[in-house]
């Protein structure tokens, strides 16, 4: 699937589906989890306001390299 459909649907790297079958073809059905909160703080040690995401993964340079190879 190439990378505009994937941004149309909004499907992101990991995602998992559902799959069944319907009549003579299969159904791939993401599984959309809810979004985690998020809220803009202050950070104190800096004093620059942030997003604050709680569960958030780690920003990683490889996270960064993965999302920017599919960027048009």
Do not use: Q, W
Not at 17 to 28: M, N, Q
């Amino acid at each position: 699937m190439n990378a505009r459909l994937r941004r149309v649907l909004g499907l992101t790297p990991g995602m998992k589906f559902e799959v069944r079958g319907e009549s003579d073809r299969i159904v791939l059905e993401p599984i959309r989890l809810p979004r985690p909160e998020a809220r803009i703080i202050n950070e104190t040690s800096s004093g620059y306001s942030v997003l604050d995401v709680e569960d958030a993964p780690t920003l990683t340079s490889e996270r960064v390299a993965v999302a920017l190879a599919d960027f048009p």
